[in-house]
């Protein structure tokens, strides 16, 4: 027994001994006092996290009463009477189902259910087969040939999951072939009533797939399409704002915290492959959604994807570059920096005018004008260099600071990280444009709307004057 | 009834009608042979492809004949009377545990073994709870409190399931718990053996999850720890050979399909996160195994991954920017030839160090010295563009190449790429620095065995040799 005694203040643990001595428990008290004061502070920032996560996002908490639901719903087979006698007790089937297939996108949830359905269908046959001829085949051989049969239709689905095609449509199909061929041909051997096994199990499986499917469309649904189509659109917006941070904290000096934060979103894009391409795979379950009709061309957003990848792995050696501690002459810096400036904010206006098609799924009539003046201050910037060559580097650096006199020659060593940043941001306005390719091709197959004619044409002057303009450019230099 | 006839050494098909007419079908039989020579060329191409995947890892088969291998053996439950008497019909629980629970890597079988017993006793304990409380409290509200029960806890579950600490332990387990939870009160409602139903249902999971660990563990295991060190290992192999393939091949102008090929190994590197993640996450529940422990700090490797992968990151940004159309003043190309190339090959002598000490597990003695050697390179690199810059670039050139008089001015624009890919190795330089601090880190806690005692007292002088020499370099500029 534990008494609690309160004393001067202070709260005492007693321990009263069976002799009837009792002890006070002063270490004691302490370290459960921390170790239930540690449990709960545990529990509190768990449950903070957990709000955090509600908070940022509640299609995940909806989707958690989703989940709720759909049991309820398979529960009530169970509950009411008409209802169980009609499926008995392989209702199971059917809670298991839901809770298996259940999943927080639609397409995903498609995937399994059509695995589900198909492995177990494929299976059911074959194993009823297998069950049939050995049966045939006497009761000596008939363990035999189950057993063997087994043994090689498993390992042979269990190799084709190692298969990257199959793997990105049909892992899950595969596991249930397993599950379902095994239990069919194994439980086969007793229970004798191997039509009616299957039969149940695949009208269960019918009732749950058909409950998640509906709940999953109808009640707030997350289609893995637009999940996809989103992330890319965000994905350009991101690299867009680190291109411009990046570019703003080297040219202005200032370190401040906002434009170094909004510099890092690129990080997220160096990793999203994986998110991008599950994505994909289970928006080709989907039916027509939105904007998007069924079949709508979800490879290409991986291509898509793959050049914001590459064009994030550039900003981010440019952003170390910059980060890095080598100076530049402050001199060139500000000659330098408004073609810098220029390039990365053209080349982030491509980006943005990229998300905002992809984003509206229109033609924009200003992409090739814009990505063309990308070019141009590509150009200009290496313009600039070339033009810094023409005279030794010491005489432009003297024009460039006239009242600096004195100083003769910029060593080469401040130059680099300038000249650096410079490629890197000719690199980035290159890989740009492979994005705007891959957009183009996207809204080519996936025939996005055109904006409307009067647009489209006033657009196409200024884009042949620029190329007249830069012909005429190449051929002065 | 279709015939087939051979006239003139052709082939004709021929259906005969029920009128005793018959139609000669060669547009169809040509279309027949197409379909079943495409079917054909389809299924051979995939076994072409299966048989590769077989040949590269024949580990994938073993697992395969693996899972084949546990399946029979739970299925003697049902083929041998004595067994079948003890666990019943539920021995169906045994088989689909196999199929679930049984996966390529040791690790990830324990993770899926552990969190499926735990979490069908935890649910199964609540569940009987439940269904307890239930019963006390009369057959008009039973329905309710289990309902709404298997509502709230299915949703709690389900959004435990989004918390990413939750999601890398024990994400199977909450969808076990789910699903046993359910199963548990639902069909408690109508069983009512309810404790014959949850002892049922443990003892055939513990049956099959020891089946599955006995085999996993003893016929050739596979390791997720020994495969993460290996895929460390090698990514760091990897990045070495890109970096001397890259460096090679723009300044030897051999555009050998070789070196191109061995150039790429990088890009394997960039998208390695997710996998070395999830080995992470499996290795930590394994025994101990080779030269690992049991807690062996799987978590550090995740850390030597991602600055490979910051690494890889640059080497990417090199690649393109040495395989861009821009060409490169060649007499300084071959002044800064030697530089580059020493730097390049020092910081991949560094990886490959880095890539034995993993390997080994062995602190290496040589490992200072030789970042200490790249270190120097990437000082001498540094220094030769500083010399550069001591006179006009146009001077510079006809030192250089003497011979070529009449050349005055080297362009800035030809220095470009030059100066572009020297800072990029300089900046790989400091991202391999970054790795070694990575393996250290690693080695420390890990406790790597160090080389015997006389081996690393030879190495200490010359490291201590390099830092004096450094130092006097440094005063004296």
């Not at 893995?224 to 992330?231: F, I, K, P, R």
Request: aromatic share 10%.
């Amino acid at each position: 027994m534990v008494n609690q005694n309160e004393q001067s203040g202070g709260v005492e643990w007693r321990v009263n001994l069976p002799d009837e001595t009792s002890k006070v428990l002063t270490t004691e008290r302490i370290w459960l006092h921390e170790f239930i004061m540690g449990f709960f502070r545990k529990i509190w920032s768990f449950i903070q996290k957990a709000l955090k996560i509600g908070r940022n996002d509640p299609r995940k908490l909806i989707h958690c009463l989703k989940v709720g639901v759909a049991l309820s719903f398979v529960s009530l087979f169970y509950y009411m009477r008409p209802l169980y006698e009609g499926v008995g007790g392989n209702a199971m089937w059917a809670v298991l189902t839901v809770v298996v297939v259940f999943e927080y996108t639609v397409g995903a949830t498609l995937y399994k259910c059509v695995n589900r359905a198909s492995g177990t269908f494929l299976a059911g046959a074959l194993g009823v087969g297998v069950h049939w001829i050995a049966n045939q085949s006497g009761q000596r051989f008939e363990p035999i040939i189950l057993q063997s049969s087994v043994f090689i239709l498993a390992s042979a689905a269990t190799f084709s999951r190692f298969i990257p095609s199959i793997k990105a449509r049909f892992d899950y199909g595969a596991l249930i072939f397993i599950l379902t061929f095994s239990l069919v041909s194994v439980s086969g051997y007793r229970v004798e009533k191997l039509f009616e096994l299957a039969h149940h199990r695949l009208s269960t499986i019918a009732i749950g797939t058909s409950i998640c499917i509906i709940i999953s469309m109808l009640i707030c649904p997350v289609w893995a399409g637009n999940e996809l189509h989103n992330l890319i659109k965000n994905n350009m917006e991101k690299l867009a704002d680190s291109l411009d941070g990046c570019v703003a904290n080297y040219f202005k000096n200032d370190a401040n915290a906002n434009n170094t934060k909004s510099g890092l979103g690129y990080r997220c894009v160096l990793s999203s492959k994986v998110t991008e391409e599950s994505l994909a795979n289970f928006a080709r379950w989907e039916p027509a959604h939105g904007g998007f009709s069924f079949g709508h061309p979800w490879k290409e957003y991986l291509k898509v994807g793959a050049s914001l990848r590459s064009s994030a792995y550039c900003i981010e050696a440019l952003d170390s570059i910059i980060n890095s501690d080598s100076k530049s002459s402050d001199i060139l810096k500000k000659h330098f920096s408004k073609f810098c400036v220029e390039l990365s904010s053209k080349s982030s206006a491509v980006l943005k005018e990229l998300a905002v098609i992809t984003n509206t799924m229109t033609k924009s009539s200003k992409i090739d004008f814009i990505v063309e003046e990308m070019n141009n201050a590509a150009q200009e910037l290496q313009n600039a260099m070339k033009s810094l060559s023409k005279q030794p580097i010491a005489s432009t650096v003297t024009k460039l600071g006239g009242s600096d006199a004195g100083l003769d020659i910029v060593p080469l060593v401040e130059i680099v990280p300038l000249v650096t940043v410079s490629s890197l941001l000719i690199e980035i306005a290159a890989r740009t444009e492979n994005i705007a390719k891959a957009v183009n091709g996207l809204a080519d197959i996936a025939e996005f709307r055109v904006e409307s004619g009067e647009k489209s044409k006033k657009s196409q002057n200024p884009q042949v004057i620029i190329q007249i303009s830069q012909k005429t450019m190449e051929t002065s230099q």
